[in-house]
């Protein structure tokens, strides 16, 4: 089932981005602070935000809209995930650096 982008949506992912740019939310991936400054779509800025789903679309898509579901996250942590499982572990690094 393929993700969804609805109005809807589009507002729910501006109050979540907002929200987390208020409380100044880390990454929940690496832990590290978010570029809240950064433009959605500066492609370059892999410490823009990004919302991320513990439970990806892909495997969870009535997940999609659950506010429970929604990590904010790095656009670069975000895409080396992936739609891969939850981390538990975060003491193991995701990729091994060349
Ligand atoms: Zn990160």
Request: one cysteine or more.
């Amino acid at each position: 089932m393929a993700r969804t982008n609805t109005r809807r949506q589009h507002k729910q992912r501006a109050d979540f981005r907002a929200e987390c740019e208020a409380n100044d939310a880390p990454c929940w991936i690496c832990g590290l602070p978010i570029d809240y400054e950064a433009a959605w779509d500066d492609w370059a800025n892999d410490d823009r935000f990004q919302e991320d789903h513990f439970w990806p679309v892909s495997t969870h898509p009535h997940l999609q809209e659950d506010p429970d579901n929604k990590r904010p996250s790095h656009a670069g942590c975000n895409r080396e995930r992936g739609n891969g499982a939850p981390i538990v572990d975060l003491g193991i690094p995701s990729r091994e650096w060349a």
